[in-house]
DNA sequence: GTAGTTTTTGCCTGTGGGTCGAAAACCTCG
DNA sequence: CGAGGTTTTCGACCCACAGGCAAAAACTAC
């Protein structure tokens, strides 16, 4: 989340093939790291991202016409990056509104589509809104995240109710000070955790009772 | 689905490394395939499956370590092979009820029972049930397969009216002659489509009415 | 015709998300 | 200091829908 909006780092390509076209950052698997670890270990080198709040394996691509100059398989992740990290991100790269891409090298476009979906996705049925909100906020900030991310209004009321329930969220007792404006103070939150947590219970066709 | 258990296919290695040990069909990659269609020539080749219900990437496994031998990445698929289909297979190749797994080569355990917990999920929000059941069938009968698949009670009345509800599901209008024991003729049920579709609208947090 | 079996249907209930409006808690300005 | 404006929070209602139960339906066998 940037300025309000889910967007993706992308760099310009230096060389052929694709050349001048936007790509995902990223690089080759060296011989003794896991794929996580390369991951991880490009991001932090190339464009200075050295923590991410979340990170999970997408898909692999593997088409022999992907790459036009030679067989490349790649294999996606989606990394999301706390949003109060600001790396510093070399010349030729930029962040990118998700909802208006530029042309992209490979078949990196349906990649972030797809990271988007499984996004969209997980925030309705996990706890994935940690990676992308700050430690402590209120209601209405949470609120614009999730609209910025799902690309549809998401009432407040409701989305309290709902990750208040499930025990995703949790009150500090704090509060914020309201603005000029005025305005009953808001709340301050935080999530109960910090790490994904697979909560299957919404699963249609459950299990009997007992 | 065999003998109305869920089974995975696999077969006995005979050399180096995990000697002995069952493992999952698969084979190399050739330079001019995809993954999909590599995945689906090993398994014509070696273990006579020649079509597939559903075939979908799980995951690629990378960790250095996982080949003893030599370092050596996997993309997993979850395949699913239609009930009705016998394959030849050869002789060190058999049949596992994924509830009791033999001791598995490399990470092949853990790809196991990832696909079948990804088989799981997907019958409770997918239509993906058809790649399970005959073309034709009852509703008993296919309660039989979701409680196979799922390893939990099911009610035939709920999973009538849950697929039915969601257009998963119609009516043939023909009906079964029941056993020598009677009872009431069993309605036949077909899948309305038998390819995988996607249904979001069981998400929470959706977007508005209007 | 009666008893037994299996499937189907209808009803009732509970849970939980969606929606709306009122109340609460603050500000600023006159 | 009160009135009006603003923002957040809470409560109440509705409804869709899944889960559970029991009765009804439709058959076989004796």
């Known amino acids: 989340m940037r300025e309000g909006r889910l967007q993706v780092l992308l760099w310009q390509r230096a060389r052929q093939p694709f ?5 995902l950052p990223g690089g080759y698997l060296e011989d003794d790291e896991t794929l996580e670890q390369s991951i991880r270990r490009h ?8 923590e991410l709040a979340h990170l999970e394996q997408l898909e692999t691509l593997g088409d022999p016409g992907r790459n036009p100059q030679e067989r490349e398989l790649a294999t996606a992740y989606l990394g999301l990056v706390p949003a109060d990290l ?9 962040w990118h509104p998700v909802s208006r891409l530029p042309e992209l090298a ?8 797809a990271g988007r979906d499984r996004l969209r996705a997980k925030l309705s049925y996990t706890n994935t809104g940690f990676a992308l909100a700050p430690p402590v906020f209120t209601i209405s900030e949470l609120r614009e995240l999730y609209v910025a991310a799902l690309g549809h209004e998401v009432s407040a009321t409701n989305l309290q109710r709902v990750l208040l329930r499930r ?27 910090r790490r994904l947590e697979i909560t299957d219970e919404f699963a249609v066709l459950r299990p009997p009772e007992r």
Chains 1, 2 share one sequence.
Do not use: C, M, N
Request: hydrophobic share 40%; no cysteine; glycine share 10%.
């Open 167 to 193: 025990g995703v969220l949790e009150a500090t007792g704090e509060r914020r000070e309201p603005g000029r404006a005025g305005g009953r103070p808001a709340a301050l939150y935080r999530f109960r955790s």
């Open 43 to 50: 991001l932090a080198v190339k464009v200075d991202v050295r």
């Open 19 to 23: 050349l001048g076209a936007w790509s």
């Open 106 to 113: 490979f078949d990196h476009r349906s990649i972030v589509l």
């Open 86 to 94: 600001d790396p510093a991100v070399p010349e030729d790269t930029r």
